[in-house]
């Protein structure tokens, strides 16, 4: 593992001296162009050959599983295991859209219970297989796994909330944002995997790479729009935290409701700043001020939907669910205008 250490160190040291020559303007030889292929292949065979080796689990499968080896070192064995999680996470996406919309048609406790219960182990099991696949070469980093550790606290929360008013309020919104999250993860699973698929048969991506939550910098091509159900997304989440701070001063509110509501606004605001951040970056690697330019307009927006919503007891249901609409349609141009210009500029530089 050392040498290996070692070689990634003297791979970077020569990309960053790449770098800093395009940042003094020379132009790029047949040389350079050689040295930054065969650093891509020696990267991508170095992760090979990790892979290939035995890993210490994580301190999350020792405290689950103990001292046991989960590194498999079969290269085939390794791809069906990785099926088998994809697959999992299309089923029990699927499940969980129907029973959340029996739910929203149906009043029955247990009937609710099972699809709570069914979002405890869904995450609890998640978070398991991610960390046996991150110990076999999967490349699942950040916010996006703790963001699954949050979720199993949330689902635990909900199984243990009591059926009183404030329940009944919220269920409702709830169930449709179960349903709507699992459309949406079908639409990431479905066109991900396509995407990921010809990425590694072109060597931009590991083989262990698997479909994820939010949007990532290989998504840009043929997946930016995603962005605006992404968001749409993130939006139903943060209105759900003010929903239930609301809740919270209700009479018969217990502690569950508090809980659920800083746990919803700390996974709303962390996936929203997570996407931030890619989309920025890929936008200034081509027109610099688009990034600042996009954070501007999303914020603006932002601000205006919070204040729609503060003020939802003053307007009636039909005014507010308008004013929304026309809140998320101006987003989803204001990306479609920074896409176009972004592909314009491409087009440009081809073309020089």
């Known amino acids: 593992m050392k040498e290996l250490d070692h070689q990634k160190y003297r791979l970077s040291i020569i990309t960053g001296a790449l770098k800093r020559l395009e940042k003094q303007g020379a132009a790029k030889d047949e040389r350079v162009l050689g040295l930054e292929k065969e650093i891509m292949k020696r990267k991508a065979m170095l992760h090979e050959i990790k892979a290939t080796l035995p890993k210490q689990n994580s301190l999350y499968l ?11 070192l079969n290269k085939n064995d390794k791809f069906k295991y990785k099926d088998e999680y994809e697959k999992f996470k299309l089923i029990l996406s699927a499940i969980a859209f129907v029973l959340a919309v029996a739910n929203l048609y149906i009043d029955f406790r247990p009937l609710q219970l099972i699809l709570i219960f069914l979002l405890v182990w869904y995450y609890c099991t998640l978070t398991i297989r991610e960390s046996i696949l991150k110990v ?5 980093k950040g916010w996006w796994r703790l963001h699954h550790f949050i979720s199993t606290v949330v689902a635990g929360i909900l199984l243990i909330w009591p059926q009183n008013q404030p329940w009944e309020e919220f269920r409702h919104t709830f169930m449709w944002f179960i349903a709507y999250i699992s459309v949406v993860q079908y639409m ?16 931009a991506r590991h083989n262990m790479d698997i479909t994820i939550e939010g949007f990532h910098s290989w998504m840009w091509r043929g997946l930016s729009y995603l962005l605006p159900f992404l968001f749409g997304g993130y939006t139903f989440q943060l209105y759900i935290a003010f929903r239930l701070y609301l809740l919270s001063h209700h009479p018969e509110a217990t502690w569950q409701v508090a809980a659920l509501s800083m746990s919803f606004l700390l996974i709303g605001i962390g996936n929203t700043v997570t996407t931030l951040m890619v ?11 688009l990034g600042a330019l ?22 009636g249901g039909l005014k507010l669910r308008y004013k929304l609409r026309a809140i998320a349609y101006r ?4 990306i479609a205008v920074l896409d176009q210009k972004w592909r314009q500029n491409k087009a440009e530089t081809k073309s020089e």
């Open 331 to 334: 987003l989803s141009n204001e």
């Open 294 to 315: 996009f954070f501007t307009l999303f914020f603006c927006n932002m601000f205006t939907l919070l204040q729609t919503v503060h003020k939802k007891r003053e307007q």
């Open 279 to 289: 989309i920025p970056q890929k936008l200034s690697e081509q027109i610099p001020y």
């Open 136 to 140: 076999n070469g999967s490349r699942i």
């Open 188 to 203: 990431q699973f479905r066109y991900q995997s396509g995407v990921l698929y010809r990425l590694k048969a072109l060597g």
């Open 62 to 72: 020792r405290i689950i599983l103990g001292n046991v080896n989960v590194s498999i």
